[in-house]
Nanobody
Framework: QVQLAESGGGLVQAGGSLRLSCAASGRTFISYAMGWFRQAPGKEREFVAS????????NYADSVKGRFTISRDNAKNTVYLQMNSLKPEDTAVYYC????????????????????WGQGTQVTVSS
């Protein structure tokens, strides 16, 4: 059974930083892109960032470019999201997800591109 477990969320002041982790278990993810999404109260889930299996192709939502960095450690089956210069509008539950198809298939910004999801971790940014 595939499992994704996020950690690292919390409460931080505006301008601060957090590092989210997503540990994958149950199978190898080395051939699959991984993504981060977020969902704020009353809003739809939105794409944040994605990374190809080699780490060479990374994509970001315009709202987080220059502030967030996605990375992965395939040996540890773990994906990270380093979030700097946080803003109150970054407040949301953050989810990691695994691409449903292997290989490089483009930016993968649609939630339907992913088949397994973690339970989410809350990030709250105070002003």
């Amino acid at each position: 059974q595939v499992q994704l477990a996020e950690s690292g969320g919390g409460l931080v002041q505006a301008g601060g930083s957090l590092r989210l982790s997503c540990a994958a278990s149950g199978r190898t993810f080395i051939s699959y892109a991984m993504g981060w999404f977020r969902q704020a109260p009353g809003k739809e889930r939105e794409f944040v960032a994605s990374i190809y299996w080699s780490g060479g192709s990374r994509n970001y939502a315009d709202s987080v470019k220059g502030r967030f960095t996605i990375s992965r450690d395939n040996a540890k089956n773990t994906v990270y999201l380093q979030m700097n210069s946080l803003k109150p509008e970054d407040t949301a539950v953050y989810y990691c997800a695994k691409d449903r198809r292997p290989g490089y298939l483009g930016p993968r910004q649609n939630a339907d591109d992913y088949d397994y999801w973690g339970q989410g971790t809350q990030v709250t940014v105070s002003s």
